[in-house]
């Protein structure tokens, strides 16, 4: 029997967490990711695990950075102001080939902006976000169920590609209830961590590090880094599409976005307008080649939704290369995409 | 017959040439800590930080499992670590600059939620590997590349005593400082880094050994003189002694 709860996108993050393995959890609270921490502090001692409230998300994430090199599945969650202090952190932790898995329940922001729902943490998300040449993986959910799923999955990930990965959520998805199936026979993969930090015992000493003053040891550590990302690339694109099959236009929109979006795509057909929406799932590796796809076929332009001043958007025009017309509407400081705003401008859009 | 060795490289040190400057107490105070881990045994139990400062590849000369840690967060990652593994030792050696400046806030919660973790604490009164920049333990009036005109109360602040700040913290079972100035100094620096070490993997929690250390380079002094300059000046601002002791206080001496 499938257990089904009603459980905010948060707690289905958190239960994920604990699906997946993850028994070391170091957070700071913030708004409007606290039920994370929360639940955490309740869970993992029963889960003979290890809650720690840190000092700040400076100290949380270096924690995280601890227990991955002891070898540890290990979790911190935050959401923007708390996610750009930790970006040192996360910056060190891939370029030693750390896995972990970073949560970042976006607001409105720049600065402390507020606690409604946000998009603009996109560049820092995908484009590396601390400094140096790194990514993360970045997954984005568009339901408290995915919250749940794609947590589950990103440790997975991690401990494949030995990197962090990140989950881009927001404030409503964070904060929602839905039904949640807490799929409790899904088992993690366990796979062995030979680099770890566990004390030399017959072996030679293992060292995490991502500092080399000799001439080259810093580029081929970016080489490998490199290499890890074709792969990446490769393998671990992932993105719905709704209705694109036969769509003249094509929405492009992720996490709440997405949700909002899928409704405007059913009302546009209801006015027989063919319209369908493409949802990238994994914000890095970003679905290039799907995109590139449907604009050298049946699509005529792309419309992307997004809460922010048109981040996404900017890889979305990489990928289409100049082919259709792209279109735009971005929400500012935590308000969400409007029906009523986006779905008359369909009306204006050639798409003969 | 073979002549008894008496006095040899420890095991738990590589076999590998120091990159200090001449003299520096950084290469002392690393081959105390060796000896210590192979006087307890703990060679392949033990985990380090290496910092950020002039002891960052300490990988490259300790034999045991390592990780750096970003600027000032040694604590946090052994923190992280301990926690995964809490019947391993984990040692946390940091600098002045890395520990009571940009780390202090990582240091002060570390010690205060009692991590069951030994921090050596090396105070040479600057930044030693950028060149020798002002730092939190900097004493008044000492002349650094920031601070040309001495370093001045007003504005730039005092020297911090850290073995005393951290001693006030309920949590730290043993807070001491020392100096590899002298030889008394080195030998009751090793008895402390074993007894913090000790005391840790009995189960007992944070402790904390400041040493006194040279940097004749960047001070523009020859190492004799610099050593002579700690102990004729420096222990007046930095006082050598054991602030706290719970092993004491509990009357096991
Ligand atoms: C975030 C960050 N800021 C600054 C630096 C540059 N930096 C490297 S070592 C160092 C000072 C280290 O001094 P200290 O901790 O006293 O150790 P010592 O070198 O004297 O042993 C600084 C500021 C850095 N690596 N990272």
């Known amino acids: ?352 | 017959m073979a002549p008894e060795v008496i006095f040899k490289k420890p095991d738990s040190l590589r076999e590998k040439i120091f990159p200090y400057c001449p003299g520096c107490g950084h290469g002392v105070i690393q081959r105390l800590m060796c000896e210590v881990i192979d006087e307890l045994g703990i060679r392949e139990n033990t985990i380090a930080i290496a910092p950020v400062g002039c002891a960052v590849c300490g990988y490259d000369y300790w034999d045991v499992d390592v990780s750096e840690a970003a600027h000032g967060r040694a604590p946090a990652v052994a923190t992280g670590i301990k926690r995964v593994h809490p019947d391993k030792t984990v040692i946390v050696y940091q600098g002045d600059g890395d520990l009571a400046s940009i780390g202090m806030a990582e240091t002060i919660h570390a010690a205060n939620r009692g991590e069951n973790f030994t921090v050596i604490f090396v105070n040479n009164t600057n930044y030693g590997m950028t060149g020798g920049q002002m730092a939190p333990t900097t004493l008044l009036n000492q002349v650094t590349t920031t601070s040309p005109c001495g370093r001045s109360a007003h504005g730039d602040g005092f020297p911090i005593r850290m073995a005393e700040l951290i001693a006030t913290l309920p949590a730290c079972q043993f807070s001491a400082r020392t100096t590899v100035a002298d030889v008394n100094g080195i030998l009751k620096t090793k008895k402390y880094i074993k007894k913090g070490i000790k005391l840790q993997n009995e189960g007992g929690g944070y402790s904390f050994i400041e040493i006194l250390s040279n940097c004749g380079t960047n001070w523009a002094m020859p190492a004799v003189k610099a050593n002579e300059y700690i102990v004729e000046n420096i222990v007046k601002v930095f006082p050598l002694g054991i602030y706290k002791d719970t092993t004491q206080e509990k009357g096991e001496a």
């Not at chain 1, 955490?40 to 840190?54: E, H, R, T």
């Not at chain 1, 227990?67 to 959401?79: E, K, N």
């Not at chain 1, 440790?155 to 989950?167: E, G, W």
């Not at chain 1, 995409?337 to 798409?351: A, C, G, R, V």
């Open chain 1, 1 to 352: 029997m499938a257990n089904k709860q009603l459980i905010k996108g948060n707690i289905a993050l958190a239960e994920g967490a604990l699906q997946a393995g993850c028994r070391y959890y170091f957070g700071y609270p913030i708004t409007p990711q606290n039920e994370i921490c929360e639940f955490m502090a309740l869970k993992m001692p029963q889960s003979d695990g290890v809650f720690v409230q840190a000092e700040s998300e400076v100290a949380a994430i270096n924690m995280v950075m601890g227990a991955a090199a002891a070898g540890a599945r290990v979790m911190t969650t935050t959401s923007s102001p708390g996610f750009s202090l930790m970006q040192e952190g996360v910056s060190y932790i891939a370029a030693a080939h750390l896995p972990c898995v970073l949560a970042n329940v976006q607001r409105g922001g720049p600065g402390l902006g507020n606690i409604a729902p946000g998009q603009a943490d996109y560049f820092q998300a995908v484009k590396g976000g601390g400094h140096g040449d790194y990514h993360l993986i970045v997954l984005a959910p568009a339901s408290p169920q995915e919250m749940f799923d794609f947590t589950f999955l990103a440790f997975d990930l991690a401990d494949k590609y030995r990197t962090p990965v990140l989950i881009l959520s927001d404030g409503i998805v964070g904060q929602m209830a839905e039904n949640v199936e807490i799929k409790d026979s899904l088992k993690p993969e366990t796979i062995s961590k030979p680099w770890a930090l566990t004390g030399a015992r017959g072996r030679e000493a293992n060292v995490i590090r991502s500092l080399w003053l000799n001439e080259t040891g810093v580029e081929e550590n970016n080489f490998r880094l490199q290499d890890k990302y074709k792969i990446i690339i490769e393998k671990e694109v992932r993105f719905e599409e709704y209705m694109t099959d036969d769509a003249d236009i094509v929405f492009i929109a992720y996490g709440l976005s997405s949700r909002i979006t899928r409704g405007i795509v059913d009302k546009a057909r209801k006015q027989n307008i063919r319209a369908g929406m493409l949802r990238p799932i994994t914000l890095y590796p970003f679905p290039y080649d799907k995109i590139k796809d449907l604009v050298s076929r049946q699509c005529k332009a792309l419309f992307v939704v997004e809460m922010s001043a048109g981040q996404m958007l900017e890889d979305v025009k990489l990928a289409n290369e100049g082919r259709a017309p792209v279109y735009f509407d971005g929400t500012l400081g935590g308000r969400m995409p409007s029906e009523e705003k986006i779905l008359p401008q369909l009306k204006t859009i050639k798409l003969s």
